[in-house]
């Protein structure tokens, strides 16, 4: 796979073409901090046998083109300079690391897994990219502040004020994230196929649920 995914972002460098989609499924998890994304998505790959792309998944791929974790990271965490400090860096650093470069790279790793389908992207843009895949279902997930608190708190053992905290960098940080693929803007829920609040359901509830739609394509 790492092989693949290498020769694969290599032949993309320098070139615009999209990949060719095959007709494999695949499905998008966007979330609110505390809503349990990861265990989703398991339930989901390993009932089907796929792959559970997660960031760090995305900062393991990018690592074969040598590009520097830590502004994989910032990137990653909406921590993008802006255009001139960007373009000012490329004649300065190595090109690879230029921030730019790393979205682009990023947007890369991403429709190639999408490409080949039979997978479960956890965030990092996937919806945006994945939106217009006659097999996608782009999936969000929500609940009130109170009961996400409460996730931290019980399951993490932070304080409150701990866990609003970390909600709202969280939160901050992805839709600043989501905003680099979606030409500055925050996804709306039309941009979802299916919403689902996880106060009212369990993670098996929603993942049966997602089951059963990849059953019917």
Known sequence: MKNSLRDYLNNRM????KPVIRQNP???IARDSGCPSKVIGQIIADYFNWEL????????????????PVKMEEVMKGKQQDFT??????????LKNNDLKI??????ILRYYISRGNCVIIGRGGNTIAT??????RVKLEAPLNWRIKQYTIYDGYSKEK???IINENDTQRERFRKIFNNNKDLTNTDFDIIFNCENLTSNQIANTLIELVKSF
Do not use: C, M, Q
């Not at 217009?132 to 279902?137: A, D, N, R, T």
């Open 53 to 68: 792309i997660s960031k760090e998944t995305i900062i393991n791929s990018a690592k074969s083109l040598n590009i520097d």
């Open 132 to 137: 217009g895949h006659p097999k996608s279902i």
């Open 103 to 108: 979205k682009h790279t990023i947007e890369d």
């Open 26 to 28: 695949v499905i998008t």
């Open 163 to 165: 866990a609003i905290r």
């Open 85 to 94: 400090t960007s373009f000012i860096d490329s004649f300065n650093k190595d």
């Open 14 to 17: 320098g070139h615009t073409e």
